[in-house]
C-alpha cells in the first residue's frame, strides 16, 4: 500500500533550519501533486507549499522566502527546507499527495497522508 513517511523534525531556536524530508513508497512522486501542509494544536491544518509534476510551486504568504519545497525523482522523496524558522511556525508537518491537479485541490482533498513530524521552535 502507499506510504508517505516523513523525517527531519526537531526542536531548534528562532532562526534556525530544518531540512523535512518524505520518502513515497508504490507511488511516484513525480506523476502526483505532492505538498506540505502544517498543524498546530487547536488550529486547522494549514497548507505550506506544494509542488505539481511540471515542477511548478505554490507557497503561504507566510512562509514564501524562508521556506523551499523540493522533489528528488531518483530517490522518490519530497523535501522541505526550512530557514529562518520562527516560534509561529511550532507545528506538527505532514507530506501529502493526490494524483489531481494541485490548483484544484484544498488541503482536505489530498488522497495520501504521512503521519507527520513534529517540528517545534523556540
Known amino acids: 500500500h502507499v506510504q508517505l513517511v516523513e523525517s527531519g523534525g526537531g526542536s531548534v531556536q528562532a532562526g534556525e533550519s530544518l531540512r523535512l524530508s518524505c520518502g513515497a513508497s508504490v507511488i511516484t512522486v513525480d506523476d502526483y501533486c505532492m505538498g506540505w501542509f502544517r498543524q498546530a494544536p487547536g488550529k486547522a491544518r494549514e497548507r505550506v507549499a506544494t509542488?505539481?509534476?511540471?515542477?511548478?510551486?505554490t507557497y503561504a504568504d507566510s512562509v514564501k522566502g524562508r521556506f523551499t519545497i523540493s522533489q528528488d525523482n531518483a530517490k522518490n522523496s519530497l523535501y522541505l527546507q526550512m530557514n529562518s524558522l520562527k516560534p509561529e511556525d511550532t507545528a506538527m508537518y505532514y507530506c501529502?499527495?493526490?494524483?489531481?491537479?494541485?490548483?484544484?485541490?484544498?488541503?482536505?482533498?489530498?488522497?495520501?497522508w504521512g503521519q507527520g513530524t513534529q517540528v517545534t521552535v523556540s
Open positions: 509542488i505539481d509534476r511540471a515542477r511548478r510551486t
Open positions: 501529502a499527495a493526490d494524483g489531481r491537479v494541485c490548483s484544484r485541490l484544498d488541503p482536505e482533498d489530498y488522497y495520501y
